[in-house]
């Protein structure tokens, strides 16, 4: 029988659940103990740790001819796939680095490197990573750093907080969409549509680490122009994380070999286990919308039926 909204899973299935994923309920250095770091990341699924020696171990690279250059070439085009997927990316680029942060310099560096402007807001709810990006980015570039502010009431970054910080030289606007400390949601679509009423061309960029793994997610919906995930607090793996850049920004001037697409934004060998380990998280997730809803999907990877 599938829960009602807000029911806990049914004892069977929270059981399938916590066999899927590795250590539940105890660690080789705290022994017994319950696994509840809101900040840290999250429970990593054995189906990824069980994949990640088959895949990190083949010496082959893509782009190569033969049969595991190939497959290897096949596992990086279904990462990216699944990203979009989980995103609902139609269109832009998907951005693959070390890190969150990485991803997130990157990001901006483009977005202050490109275009003129005078000054970049961000909030005082932001993660270290992305304030500090900020900072950096504007002093780099000659700009002032505009701070809006939470309400103390809410937790939350209300919309006017940000729009009030907004006006013609405003190069980038950035926030976080759920604190990774806190807990507290912004109201993302609201701040996006009022930021674009004051300045329609300002690069929008949002970061989600802490969000995506809670709600649907989507990209062309909200209408931002860069969304980050962390792929680590989404049952995956640490040290390969995932991007959304919209046309606007994947096009912008940005560390690039020459002869690549100009919105190619991949940097050498990628590693091949840690899109696999994102498509592992996916398919866990398709497996698990399917328990709960009942509506199977036997094209969805991940379909068991049980």
Request: proline share 4%; net charge neutral.
């Amino acid at each position: 029988m599938a829960p009602a909204k807000g029911k806990p899973f049914e004892d069977y299935l929270l059981n399938q659940i916590r066999n899927r994923f590795a250590y539940v309920d105890e660690d080789p250095y705290s022994g017994k103990r319950i696994y509840f770091e809101n900040a840290g990341g999250s429970l990593t699924l054995k189906s990824v740790l069980s994949l990640l020696p088959e895949v990190a171990g083949l010496p082959d690279n893509a782009g190569r001819q033969n049969k595991a250059s190939q497959q290897i070439g096949e596992i990086l085009r279904k990462g990216v796939e699944d990203v979009k997927t989980f995103l609902n990316a139609k269109e832009g680029t998907i951005l693959a680095g070390e890190s969150t942060t990485s991803n997130i310099f990157r990001i901006l560096d483009a977005c202050t490197s490109s275009c003129k402007g005078t000054n970049i807001v961000c909030t005082n709810l932001d993660h270290a990573s992305f304030f500090d990006a900020t900072r950096f980015f504007a002093e780099k570039s000659g700009l002032e750093m505009r701070v809006a502010r939470l309400d103390p009431a809410t937790g939350a970054v209300p919309y006017e907080s940000i729009t009030a910080l907004v006006d013609e030289g405003t190069m980038a606007v950035g926030f976080i969409h759920a604190s990774n400390v806190t807990g507290v949601k912004n109201d993302a679509q609201k701040i996006v549509r009022e930021i674009r009423k004051k300045r329609r061309n300002t690069f929008i960029v949002v970061d989600g680490a802490q969000h995506a793994q809670h709600c649907p997610i989507d990209v062309n919906d909200l209408g931002v122009d860069a969304y980050l995930v962390a792929a680590y607090k989404l049952f995956s793996k640490v040290g390969l994380t995932f991007a959304y850049t919209g046309p606007k920004i994947a096009e912008l001037l940005h560390w690039r070999l020459r002869g690549k697409p100009v919105d190619s934004w991949d940097l050498g060998t990628r590693d091949a286990s840690g899109y696999a380990a994102f498509s592992a998280a996916i398919d866990y997730l398709c497996w698990l919308g399917n328990q709960v809803e009942k509506q199977a999907r036997p094209n969805c990877r991940g379909y068991e039926g049980d």
